[in-house]
């Protein structure tokens, strides 16, 4: 799944962050830790990875969350990290969550959320009459602002006159610089279309922006496709006709919802994976679904997401061959149906992951 071309210039040896996080966080991510233990064998390249317990636990232990030297650490120290899941019912607030992911998200300042949605194949998917050729798209999902800043507060909280209020913010420079990256994406990699998509009708002043900065950075790509919908149509049209897609650039809170859909069309939550990107810069890897608490535990949760992320992220960081060898490998596990019950088959999440990390030690790296 080679997404990226622009990562960070580091030393041979790639010092990786492990956070595995709560719930199938905790399984998933060992299984992807496998297999980018056996790539980097494969292919005879060095890891440095360092595990830190940040998560539900740890939070109800000692009351830690995202430590306060945190992202100075990961800036100085890290070349890339790889996140599992936040999420846990014994922590209702989900504040730990909120420091720890959006926390990274927003001080690390990675802006850009990639969630590919592609098809590997099509027994996977559940719209009627579609192939892989159908589905086969890129979601990039503003990262840094939004819904999702946490602006707001409550007035006489829990009374019968109570107010929440919750502010979407949306900045010149964030909107100018996602949709400027979704067309440089799409003329690097010779797509010819990106979609836009807001709620300008009903949100007349932030999405405004968005209509107004789409305007101006699509002259600029005149080789590209520039379309615009609703984010109500966009996700209709998602299940209607996915095929139209290729690129789609949208806001936050949008894109977290389009992106589950995406994942599903191409097969489910626990295939799917992704980036929080700061182009250059240390940046984050984590699968699109979240902690699964009513699967935990129970070694039949997909590792298949986290595996694909693991590919993503090496291909960040440059080492595009064994990113391949990855997705090869998850392919060659589809085919042969070595898969958990997600994707039709009767591995459990550890048997999954062996499957796939042996898979890429018996071919190498060499035929990709
Ligand atoms: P979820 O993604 O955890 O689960 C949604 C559904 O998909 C569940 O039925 C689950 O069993 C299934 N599922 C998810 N991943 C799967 C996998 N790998 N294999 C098989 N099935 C899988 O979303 P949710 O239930 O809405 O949230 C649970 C918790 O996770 C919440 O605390 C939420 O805030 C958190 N969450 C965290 C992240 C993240 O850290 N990136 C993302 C989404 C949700
Ligand atoms: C995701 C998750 C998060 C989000 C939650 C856990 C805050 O759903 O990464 O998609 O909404 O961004
Ligand atoms: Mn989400």
């Known amino acids: 799944m080679t997404v990226y071309s622009s990562g960070p210039a580091a030393p041979a040896t790639k010092r990786i962050a492990v956070i595995p996080g709560d719930g199938i966080g905790k399984e998933v991510i060992p299984e992807a830790v496998k297999v980018l233990k056996a790539v980097a064998a494969a292919s005879?390249?060095?890891l440095a990875l360092t595990e830190f317990d940040w998560g539900a636990n740890r939070y109800l232990r000692d009351?830690?969350?995202l430590p306060a030297d945190a992202v100075e650490m990961f800036h100085r120290d890290f070349d890339a990290i790889l996140l599992g899941a936040m999420g846990d019912p014994r922590v209702p607030t989900n504040v730990h969550a909120a420091d720890i992911l959006l926390g990274l998200r927003f001080k690390l300042d990675l802006y850009v959320n990639a969630r590919p949605c592609v098809?590997?194949?099509?027994r996977f998917t559940p719209l009627k009459d579609r192939s892989e050729k159908d589905v086969n798209f890129i979601v990039f999902r503003e990262n840094t602002e939004g819904l999702y800043v946490g602006m707001g507060g409550f007035f006489k909280k829990g009374t019968a006159d109570e107010i929440a209020t919750?502010?979407?913010l949306n900045t010149r420079k964030g909107v100018e610089r996602i949709i400027r990256y979704a067309f440089e994406y799409a003329r690097k990699r010779g797509l010819k279309r990106v979609c836009m998509a807001d709620k300008s009708n009903a949100l007349a002043f932030g999405h405004d922006l968005w209509q107004r900065v789409f305007k101006l950075v699509r002259a600029e790509y005149a080789d590209v496709e520039a379309s615009h919908q609703y984010i109500d149509n966009l996700?209709?049209?998602?299940?209607?006709?996915?095929s139209q897609f290729q690129v789609i650039v949208t806001s936050n809170l949008f894109g977290d919802i389009a992106s589950d859909l995406g994942a599903q069309l191409a097969g489910g939550l626990g295939l799917a994976p992704s980036g929080n990107i700061h182009p250059g810069q240390v940046s984050l890897f984590e699968p699109v679904h979240g902690s699964a608490p009513n699967i935990a535990g129970k070694n039949i949760a997909n590792p298949m997401g986290a595996i694909l992320t693991v590919g993503m992220m090496l291909d960040y960081l440059g080492w595009s061959v064994e990113s391949r060898a990855i997705e090869a490998a998850v392919r060659a596990a589809l085919a042969e149906s070595k898969t958990p019950a997600e994707l039709g088959g009767s591995l459990g999440t550890r048997e999954t992951g062996d499957w796939v990390a042996n898979q890429v030690l018996k071919t190498g790296i060499a035929h990709v």
């Open 119 to 122: 098809l590997f194949d099509k």
């Open 44 to 46: 005879g390249k060095k």
């Open 166 to 168: 919750q502010e979407d």
């Open 63 to 65: 009351g830690t969350t």
């Open 235 to 242: 996700l209709m049209q998602m299940v209607r006709d996915p």
